[in-house]
């Protein structure tokens, strides 16, 4: 018996038990245990569930099931108008929404054929590069505190929440902020903003000058991350994987760089590159991630161009209130908007941006109606999640939660 794989399946998750003596590289005779992680877990990030198949402490199986999340977003879209769309995207991933909004936005702009002006292109640059910060921030301050690494925890979410206020005031809302408009935005920047951002930048940059200074070069941290779950250039592409994770193993692929849009090929900047594809490497492709998203950000803020933000047209973007109080053209464009909403013509669309976690993509199909055909996203938690079992297959019981704290899962995006 020692010399033969027994297969036994006991239903939990597609995992199947094994006897494997032989792979133990010993005698001992010894059954493995199937341990649940998820779905309801604090170090999960969301609500999904890993079933680990265990020899002592090391993972000879994983499987990873998600799907928790029932709220149908894509037929959702399907039921509303196209700018009703926005609250939807937000909730795709939380961390960053306004990259998701202007996801949204660009793809029904290139199904109308229209662009919006320079200043409307670069104030979603500033707003899409904070949200980016705000997502690596909240990836990498909370993966610390799973390694006991409490107080760069504080630091870092201390540094998201200089950005965050600033968002809220933009906004109007921390997280679920529903801030981009087809055609353009809900409003400008408010006053004194330019100013207020250079100072939270500061913050920033001290205190992940202070978290590098704890964190990336202790012993114990390194012992922790490195050689951990690694992943390979080519293992990236075959799984579909984008994003920082892609980019730790040195895929060198990124939206703003390859397929600029909102003007970001008038920004220098460039893309952070790992070797080893392990947790380490990603940990810190996100921290230089965010010193090139500051670098955009302030070349943004340099360059602002001054004019409207939205399209002058009528039929995508609402008149002006005075315009709807005074003249009855006004009134009929303003009556007609909000009843059958922006109506592209037929056809449709694939658009891709650059999320938080990596390519994130809409396509949509119009058939001519207020209302989009058919919506589907290409978000880059659920294609990741694919990989996940690989990464974890060899790794031991300890390496799950950090494993899984640099995959950065968001559950909203694996809502299927």
Known sequence: ????????????????????????????????????????????????????????????????????????????????????????????????????????????????????PKRSQYIRVILSEMSRITDHLTCLGASAMELGAFTVMLYLIQAREYLWELIEEVTGARLTISYCRVGGLKA????????????????VQMHLE?????????????????????????????????????????VNYDVRKFYPYSSYQDFQFDV????????????????????????????????LPDGPIN????????????????????MINHFEMVIKGVQPPKGDVYLPVEGGNGELGFYTVSDGTGAPYRVHV???????????????TGANIADVVPTFGMVNMIGGECDR
């Open 311 to 330: 399209v002058d047209d009528p039929h995508i973007v609402l008149a002006p209130k005075d315009e709807v109080y005074s003249s009855i053209d006004g």
């Open 1 to 116: 018996m020692a010399k033969e794989l027994l297969n036994v399946d006991y239903g939990v998750g597609g995992v199947t038990t094994h006897l494997r003596a032989h792979d133990l590289g010993d005698d001992l005779h010894s059954e493995t245990m199937i341990l649940n992680l998820g779905p309801a877990h604090p170090a999960t990030h969301g609500t999904v569930r890993i079933v680990v198949e265990l020899s002592g402490e090391k993972i000879l199986d994983a499987d990873v099931e998600v799907g928790y999340l029932h709220r149908g977003f894509e037929k959702m879209c399907e039921t509303v108008d196209y700018n009703q769309v926005m609250p939807y995207t937000d909730r795709l991933n939380y961390v960053s929404p306004i990259i998701n909004n202007v996801g949204w936005c660009l793809t029904v702009e290139k199904l109308l054929g229209v662009e919006v």
């Open 210 to 250: 202070n978290s590098d200074r704890l964190l990336t070069r202790n012993r114990i941290f390194i012992d922790r991350m490195c050689d951990v779950a690694p992943l390979s250039a080519a293992d990236a592409i075959d799984y579909g994987v984008t994003g920082p994770l892609a980019r730790a193993a040195g």
């Open 378 to 392: 290409r978000a880059p938690s659920f294609i990741h999640m694919g990989v996940v079992g690989k990464l974890l």
């Open 272 to 303: 952070p590159l790992g070797t080893k594809g392990d947790n380490y490497d990603r940990f810190v492709v996100r921290m230089q991630e965010i010193h090139q998203s500051i670098r955009i950000i302030e070349q943004a803020l340099k360059n």
């Open 188 to 203: 400008d920047l408010p006053e004194g903003f330019v100013a207020k951002l250079r100072k939270a930048i500061g913050g």
